[in-house]
């Protein structure tokens, strides 16, 4: 009897668990199904859906290298996938296992269709699956650290080899869109390519160059030294678990590997608690600044803070942020501005690449102090950030232009310069004071933390 592995975010054909299972039966059909339902969401945004796109055409030539291709279908997705298995005659439908609540639902409603078809959701997103580290007293890990120490010793799943070859049934399907059919608007002008082989290739170089420095580096705004596979990962290009697999033995990887055991974390705090997407993991009360004239600066990277500017101007340019650039900005938006993170989170997830739910949502939370570890002293000194972190000011004059006559860390303290400099750049004055403006931060906690006592 055939089989259906439909791909979802886990576009390759290597440590596929999915697609190994599928390629066992008499005949697969490899399915993606374009959903209505996230096409017609905001969450469909042209750098994503450019992503996907490469991915897909290229998961069918790595198919079609071993004999079988991929299906393609546009629709209600849950609908699309029972018609496909039908129309072969499937007897078990083999997915990846996801955690955002869209997702559980769409394999709940598989699961529901009948008990002819057997729906199996196998590992393939994570390292180690959601809920196979637990705390003592069960439920889910609030803190990393512990889940860090137990995720270390978990036993891993074997990572397996792509199906040497595969037998696809006739079914009808409907051609690779264009990107134009599917979402309006241009992706990035610096958005980087997507698909398995591209994937795989640039984190081999990567690893070959940089692994080893990673620990002293990540935080090194002009430097560029992160992996940048989190596009790779959000896509399934690459497999989270054969990454680990490969790299957690080798000499400086540590601090690598731990970043991959954040994603993990968060997506089990997501399994455990699906209203943290949107919802305050915990709710302090906030009475959050409508402030749309800061909120709209802060989107367009004009908040007359260089490095909050130049980390958004990032974004945009190329649907990506360096991870400091991301904590900074969004301690901006969440600390200075008081705005709330939801509005923030939205628009990172209007235009990063990698963005997902999980790592988006709950990083965000983690700023902004709602989240599972509510530090509330974590405010991030703009101007300090950036002569931290990029000292000579490489880092803000590669993406804020109106600065870049602005030589060395002076960039990072445009205020101080002489008027007559001053007048000659078109950059904007603070939005607001980052001293006044943390004060009355601290304020507003107080008083909420006092109403919370009361
Ligand atoms: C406000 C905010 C929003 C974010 N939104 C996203 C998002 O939508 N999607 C996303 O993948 N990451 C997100 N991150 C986490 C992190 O910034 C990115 O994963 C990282 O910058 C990607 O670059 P890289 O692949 O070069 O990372 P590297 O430093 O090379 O790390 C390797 C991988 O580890 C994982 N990782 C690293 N840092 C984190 C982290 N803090 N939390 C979870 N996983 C991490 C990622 O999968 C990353 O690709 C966000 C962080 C913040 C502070």
Redesign the pocket.
Known sequence: MPAVVVFTRDLRVHDHPALVAGAAADGVVPLFVFDDAILGRRFARPNRVRYLLDALGALDTALADRGGRLVLRRGDWTHEVLDVARAVGAGTIHLSDDVTPYARRRIDALTAAGPDLRVVAHPGTTVVPPGTCTPAGGGAFQVFTPYYRRWLEVPRRPVLAPPRSLTVPDVAGVALPALADLVAGDPSPDLAPGGEPVARAALNRWVKAHLAE?GDR?DDLPGDA?????AA??FGCVSPAEVEHKLRHRPGAEP?VR??C??DF?AQVLAARPDAAWGDYRARGDEWNTGDAHFAAWCEGRTGYPVVDAGMRQLRQEG????RA??IV?SFLTKDLYIDWRRGAQH??DW?V???IA??NL??Q??AGTGTDTNPHRIFNPTVQGQRFDPQGDYVRRYVPELDTVAGRAVHEPWKLPAEVRAGLDYPEPVVDHRAAIADYKDRLAALSARRAR
């Not at 992160?226 to 989190?230: A, E, I, L, Q």
């Not at 990506?320 to 991870?323: K, Q």
């Open positions: 990673y990540h992160t992996s940048r596979v989190s990962l959000r690598f970043q991959l954040w994603r968060y990506f942020m360096h991870n991301r904590m969004a990172f997830l990063l990698d963005g997902e790592n988006n990083n965000w983690w700023t």
